[in-house]
């Protein structure tokens, strides 16, 4: 006698078994990408450097209704500018609570470069070049130009992924300095200015607890992170389908993801360099 055993639970295993087997396969052809973009850097500068000159101007001052404002450079300041005076703020009222606000000036030279500034820089790459670089290789995915790219011998990853790339690490570095400044200033006059600290008082503390040492990992940082950001974005706009509301969910996806990477690569760069000593000394 022949006894039925219900599918139900094989068909529960299989979908599961094939979720696992298709997250694992994505995970592969995403490293592949990014490997590829990252050996094909050499032959994107010899072979293509005025697409990369051309895209650094974009990238740094905008195009079209960004330009109008100054592009990328004027929105960074502007966040910067916010989070310094946040904290200047938060810093003056809860030192003052323990009777300690000659100290603002350390927490503006502590907190901004090695946690505020490059995660509000994170953000900022993310929603302008990141979602800029998102969306125009989608758009041109589904218009089927990179189809069009390799048929007539232009290698697609290179032009398109590892240019941004390049691109994406080069205007950073100015555009940190501009965040840095922006911040420090910001904390500064927040405390000097509307607070009415002594400016003496908050210059000693300032120039006593900020550390060129400190300056230079978190530009380390944010080279990383503009790495990551740009990678990420240019593998979503390279594999965007499904038309423009494919093109739309992409950009989401991107943005989404590298936010979450951002995080961990400021998390695990700050546990390397901070984490066994914390470099810092309140002695004195």
């Known amino acids: 006698m022949l006894i039925a055993v219900p599918s139900r639970p094989f068909n529960r295993l299989r979908a599961i078994r094939g979720r696992a087997v298709g997250e694992w396969n994505r995970i592969g052809r995403q490293t ?5 973009t990252l050996a094909a850097i050499p032959d994107a500068v010899i072979r293509y450097r005025a697409e990369l000159l051309r895209l650094i101007a974009a990238m740094g001052l905008g195009t079209g209704a960004l330009a109008v404002i100054g592009g990328t450079v004027v929105i960074v300041g502007f966040l910067t500018i916010t989070t310094g005076g946040l904290v ?3 810093g003056y009222n809860q030192l003052a609570a323990v009777g300690f606000e000659a100290l603002t ?3 503006s030279a502590f907190f901004n470069v090695r946690l505020i500034v490059p995660g509000t820089t994170a953000v ?4 302008t070049i990141g979602a800029g670089a998102t969306a125009q290789i989608g758009a041109m995915r589904i218009n089927e130009e990179i189809d069009a ?3 007539i011998g232009i290698p697609s990853i290179t032009y398109l992924a590892t240019t941004r790339l390049l691109a994406g690490v080069i205007v950073v570095i100015p555009l940190y300095c501009v965040a840095i400044m922006m911040a420090f200033l910001s904390a500064r006059t927040g405390t000097t200015v509307i607070y009415g600290q002594g400016s003496g008082v908050y210059d000693h503390y300032f120039n006593t607890f900020l550390n060129p040492t400190d300056l ?3 530009f380390v940082q944010v080279v990383a992170i503009a790495i990551a950001v740009m990678l990420v974005h240019t593998y979503y706009g390279y594999t965007a389908s499904g038309g423009p509301a494919g093109v739309g969910e992409a950009v989401g996806r991107a943005v989404r993801t590298s936010m979450i990477v951002t995080a961990v690569v400021i998390i695990f760069i700050s546990l390397a360099v901070y984490g066994q000593t914390g470099n810092f000394n309140l002695a004195g």
């Open 149 to 151: 790219l390799e048929v």
């Open 124 to 127: 900022a790459l993310a929603a």
């Open 32 to 36: 592949e990408f990014y490997a590829r």
């Open 88 to 90: 200047a703020v938060q």
């Open 105 to 107: 000036g350390f927490a």
């Open 216 to 218: 230079v990992w978190s």
